[in-house]
């Protein structure tokens, strides 16, 4: 039975490495997935083969809402895709935070790893927020025993003000699981993790939680330009 199973999740792989995923030459964004009121595109990242996906959508509340659910870190598995663990490292005095993330692949590969420092910009004026995240190579904290450590990730997202209920949110994201997986099928499995994040946005945004802590929180008077 687990020998069955096992080529079939090789067939999948193969499948998944075989298929035909858009990369532009001219490094310019291209529209690889249209679906859900959300738009994936894709470019090559210089020196890699691992694509740069950027995925945008509508998102129907307050921009303070949505600022209150990406500053819940520990609680990012709720609607981030792929996304087994997150938690704070360490607290700068400057704001940036040392985040651990623990990401799942399908078995049997074994899970990731990667500390990211993320830093926040908010824009009185535009009511604009922008999250940086990019993985620190040299770490202090090694990887656990059964996880393997990513050799290279840059995220950003970034929130829009666009009235009183509506947030435009864009997830850049580019990373190297690291390992000896096959470049066409990382790109094929990664397509679907910031699609699937902002239509996991889409129901966090719902909860009475971060509806109520956003009335209260420093998002409130801070991203509130256009409103």
């Known amino acids: 039975m687990k020998k069955a199973f096992f080529r079939l999740f090789c067939l999948f792989f193969v499948c998944l ?13 291209k ?35 949505v600022a209150t659910v990406l500053s819940d870190i520990e609680n990012f598995p709720e609607w981030m ?16 935070l040392l985040i651990k993330f623990v990401q799942t692949l399908p078995w049997p590969v074994a899970n990731r790893d990667v ?12 009511g604009l927020m922008e999250v940086y995240m990019e993985s620190v190579e040299k770490s202090e904290i090694p990887p656990m025993e059964d996880l393997v450590r990513m050799t290279g990730f840059k995220g950003k997202i970034i929130l829009e003000n666009k009235g009183k209920n509506k947030t435009e949110m864009t997830f850049i994201l580019w990373a190297d699981p690291g390992g000896s997986l096959p470049a066409r099928g990382v790109n094929g499995g990664t397509l679907n993790i910031p699609f699937r994040s902002l239509i996991g ?9 971060y509806i109520k802590a956003a009335e209260k929180s420093i998002f409130k008077n801070k991203l509130s330009a256009l409103k």
């Open 17 to 29: 490495i075989n298929m035909p995923l858009a990369c532009p030459a001219d490094g310019q964004w």
């Open 31 to 65: 529209l690889a997935k249209d679906k859900k009121g959300v738009q994936v595109y894709t470019r090559p990242m210089p020196g890699s083969d691992i694509l740069e996906f950027k995925a945008r959508a509508m998102i129907n509340a307050p921009i303070e809402v």
């Open 81 to 96: 895709s792929k996304c087994k663990k997150t938690s704070i490292v360490e607290k700068r005095s400057n704001g940036a």
């Open 115 to 126: 500390i990211l420092l993320t830093s926040t910009v908010l824009n009185e004026e535009t």
């Open 201 to 209: 946005m889409k129901k966090m945004v719902k909860k009475k939680k």
